[in-house]
């Protein structure tokens, strides 16, 4: 299986302020997908952000961007302007393309904590 | 976004007990579902994968025999857990997919299960 590694188990951020989250992974196949998702205290799923592995341009949603290095694996979501409301767990997700099997395989999560 | 539903949101069984988990998916066809199991603080774990009107595939790992998926309509799987025991105490998480261009995941609330 896909090995998806968050290296940093909390952080924090000042209301306003910006922060990033990493994520590697290893993979030795070409095509893919790469989430972010947010795990508020509900512990719904909600999806933060997508990143298509054959796109070269860094997807953005709003305030959330995402630095993506094929090359370095690596797979960095910044936040700007951090709201009270993006406290959460966010976890990074790797999915195989459909035909090699849809699966998600996800990181071990990133506390933010947002302070006011 | 496309809404997944699961039932109970929480269940409290016996020791040796059976349980069962629906995960809906209330407005879409779901050709493939998932289904985590979610340990406090920590990543989702995926369990299966089952698609419509197949047998689901196991992640290395995961008792087939214990944790019985079936997957018999595009709108409906379900989650057995025979013969619970309270190290099967955990957050279970299912999400769906309809195959669309993004092959998106739409998760569903989650079950608590405690076995006692």
């Known amino acids: 299986a896909q090995t998806v590694t968050q290296s940093q188990p909390e952080m924090s951020v000042q209301e306003a302020e910006t922060v990033t989250l990493s994520c590697t992974y290893d993979?030795?196949?070409?095509?893919?997908?790469l989430f972010w998702y947010k795990q508020p205290p509900s512990r719904q799923m909600i999806l933060v952000i997508r990143?298509?592995?054959?796109?070269?341009q860094n997807a953005t949603e709003n305030r959330f961007s995402v630095n993506f290095q094929k090359a370095a694996k690596s797979f960095s979501l910044k936040i700007s302007d951090s709201q009270l409301g993006d406290a959460a767990m966010y976890f990074c997700?790797?999915?195989?393309?459909?035909?090699?099997?849809?699966?998600?395989?996800f990181g071990t999560g990133t506390s933010l904590t947002v302070i006011p | 976004g496309a809404v997944v539903s699961q039932h109970p949101s929480r269940v409290i069984c016996k020791s040796g007990t059976s349980v069962k988990i629906e995960c809906r998916s209330l407005?879409?066809?779901?050709?493939?579902m998932f289904w985590y199991r979610q340990f406090p603080k920590q990543s989702l774990m995926l369990m299966a994968t089952s698609n419509e009107g197949s047998k689901a595939t196991y992640e290395q790992g995961v008792e087939k025999d214990k944790f019985l998926i079936n997957h018999a309509s595009l709108t409906l799987s379900t989650l057995t857990v025979t013969s619970a025991h309270p190290e099967d105490s955990s957050f279970y998480i299912c999400?769906?997919?309809?195959?669309?261009?993004?092959?998106?995941?739409?998760f569903g609330p989650g079950t608590r299960l405690t076995v006692t």
């Open positions: 999400s769906a997919s309809s195959g669309g261009d993004y092959y998106e995941q739409y």
């Open positions: 997700a790797y999915r195989r393309v459909l035909w090699t099997g849809n699966q998600f395989y």
């Open positions: 990143q298509e592995a054959y796109k070269q």
């Open positions: 407005d879409f066809q779901a050709t493939t």
């Open positions: 993979t030795s196949e070409s095509d893919y997908y």
